[in-house]
């Protein structure tokens, strides 16, 4: 944070990744605090359809599936799937993982 203004999009893959680190340690709150932290920046720094919001959006979407609150977690993951869909080819490793995970959570 000293060397980076704070709506840079490192930044904002930082805030993910301790995310995704929280997550796997079983701290959902704490990881959802970074994923909200990652993504405020993210959806302030990258184009509205950036594959990145949408890693952010599935992560989120991942944690409240951990968290089992199903419904929270097949928002995150839908908003991810619309924005994989338009981002990525039909084909892409993201689009199918996120399809999987949707019929997974539904």
Not at 18 to 23: A, E, Y
Request: glycine share 4%.
């Amino acid at each position: 944070r000293k060397h980076l203004p704070p709506d840079h999009p490192d930044l904002g893959g930082s805030y993910n990744n301790i995310g995704v680190v929280h997550d796997c340690l079983g701290h959902y709150d704490l990881a959802l605090d970074h994923y909200n932290r990652s993504l405020k920046i993210r959806l302030k720094s990258l184009p509205a359809q950036h594959p990145d919001i949408a890693m952010t959006y599935k992560n989120m979407g991942l944690v409240y599936e951990d968290k089992v609150e199903l419904e929270q977690a097949l928002i995150y993951m839908k908003k991810a799937q619309t924005i994989f869909e338009i981002a990525l080819p039909f084909n892409h490793p993201n689009v199918v993982k996120i399809q999987n995970d949707v019929k997974r959570v539904e």
